[in-house]
């Protein structure tokens, strides 16, 4: 199977990659000077996995105009080639509160945009190594823990998303919902969790720009027969 992966050499692109080397994968990214901006699709590609885009919440409210660029005018590209290609694409939870960020706000529009055929995968906080610095989970590893909130976070490995995405390949689910939530399903209180690895840190109002508790309604995915994640530590 020939797949085309963007944002190939990213934190969850790369763990992706790594398990597909049985595939003959075509990378975009700009880690290995292929921009999604110039993006073409190869006439004998079979599926498209779109990883590439910005991430941070904070970060695109200080440049909402980059994250309009990057998330949406370029991916906008990826999407047009693909109109007739099966495809995956990263959505966020974010997009259940999409008006409290401009983050949410592209991928709200990347899900209107998508074609018959093309899935996209809202996921919660994925953490696992290569995990971005400015994500809770790295925060605590690195010992970055400056103040906890009461938000309410669904936690999910890295390792489990990828299986999500080899399960839809596997069973060539591609004609399915539009939208799928992948998460653990169970949100954890980040108080607690700040506590738990023994910062003793204020609490802090929410920011406007978060959604108080995103944690993922996964019965769709089980429905498919997906046997779910493992459990958050």
């Known amino acids: 199977m020939k797949i085309v992966i963007t944002g190939s050499r990213g934190f969850i692109g790369?763990?992706?990659?790594?398990?597909?080397?049985?595939?003959?994968?075509v990378e975009w990214d700009t880690k290995i000077g292929k921009d999604i901006k110039d993006f073409s699709l190869e006439?004998?590609?079979d599926f498209v996995i779109h990883l590439a885009g910005l991430t941070d919440v904070r970060e695109s409210i200080e440049i909402p105009d980059v994250y309009w660029t990057q998330n949406v005018e370029y991916s906008k590209r990826v999407f047009?080639?693909?109109?007739?290609?099966?495809?995956?694409?990263?959505?966020?939870s974010c997009v259940k509160e999409w008006w409290r960020s401009p983050y949410g706000t592209t991928k709200k529009v990347l899900e209107e945009l998508a074609y018959d055929g093309h899935i996209g995968l809202r996921f919660t906080n994925v953490y696992g190594k290569g995990a971005p610095d400015f994500m809770l989970t790295s925060r605590l590893n690195n010992g970055d823990v400056k103040y906890k909130t009461n938000?309410?976070?669904?936690?999910?490995?890295?390792?489990?998303?990828?299986?999500?995405?080899?399960?839809?390949?596997?069973?060539?689910?591609?004609?399915?919902?539009?939208?799928?939530?992948?998460?653990?399903?169970?949100?954890?209180?980040?108080?607690?969790?700040?506590?738990k690895h023994g910062f003793d840190v204020p609490y802090k109002e929410s920011d406007e720009c978060e959604m108080m508790d995103n944690t993922s309604d996964i019965?769709?995915?089980?429905?498919?027969?997906?046997?779910?994640?493992?459990e958050f530590i």
């Open 43 to 45: 006439s004998d590609t």
């Open 151 to 195: 938000h309410i976070r669904d936690f999910v490995h890295v390792s489990d998303v990828v299986k999500v995405v080899l399960f839809f390949l596997d069973q060539k689910m591609y004609n399915k919902d539009k939208i799928y939530e992948v998460g653990s399903g169970v949100g954890t209180k980040v108080s607690d969790l700040i506590e």
């Open 80 to 92: 047009e080639a693909c109109r007739d290609i099966p495809m995956l694409y990263a959505s966020t």
């Open 14 to 25: 790369t763990h992706l990659r790594n398990s597909l080397q049985d595939h003959k994968i």
């Open 219 to 230: 019965s769709k995915l089980l429905s498919l027969g997906w046997r779910g994640p493992k």
